[in-house]
């Protein structure tokens, strides 16, 4: 598996290792920015917009044993677009009316919908790519993590966009992977288990939720390989 990710793919890839995986690629950067105008596509492959982020990247190719993207022959997990404490901040969301009568844009679905594909379109047209060349792409959920002081993030709009943004993937062929049955409690809170032990960190998951995650995805692959 190669891996297009964001600080999310750290639990990942330390699932990868303890578990004998061979898994590539890794994090390129901070899941902001993979959102909007971040690289531009030439021939059967990739330049980012930024020159660290390239030399990562073809860094993470070399290992991989190939000199460009549609040179990889594994299944590919791609994280850009999800960043959803980002994308669900108070900032964006807070003029909308959230009732008809209210002040404002109410902020109905299809609302929702087209501010949210303005907001990673970048992240959809790259997913498109990687199909484009004829990939098996996965994407997956972050962990349901809302930070409301410390990003400002709005809860009730970042269980919309975990919807919305899955719905927006698997339209271009994407298989999202949902955890959301075994992370969450009755209450629909992500379990302590799977939330970053450190206290300052309130938007990762722990090593615990890489790993089942990981899990997961490789049982999807298998079952799909095998079908």
Known sequence: MFIFGDSHANALKNA??????????????????FNVAFYSRTGNDFRFARAETHAVYQDYLRAAGVDTAAQLRMP????????????????????????????GQFLSGAVVRETTRAMIEGALRFYEDLRDMG??????????????????????????????????????????????????DSDGRLRPEFAHPDPADVVHGSDLFGRQLLEQILAAHARRAGG
């Not at 990868?16 to 920015?33: C, E, F």
């Not at 997990?77 to 009316?97: E, I, K, T």
């Not at 002081?149 to 993937?169: A, K």
């Open 16 to 33: 990868a290792a303890s578990l004998g995986q061979p898994v590539h690629g890794g994090i390129l950067g901070a899941g902001r920015d």
């Open 76 to 103: 590919i997990l791609c994280l850009f677009g999800m960043n959803l404490h980002y994308l669900s901040r108070q900032d964006v969301w807070a003029a909308f009316a959230t009732r008809p009568r209210d002040p």
């Open 135 to 184: 990939h098996i792409v996965y994407g997956a959920l972050p962990p349901r993590r809302t930070p409301t002081i410390s990003t400002g993030s709005l809860p009730r709009i970042f269980l919309l966009l975990e919807d919305v943004v899955s719905e927006e993937l698997a339209s271009r062929g994407v298989e999202v992977i949902d955890h959301r049955l075994w992370s969450l």
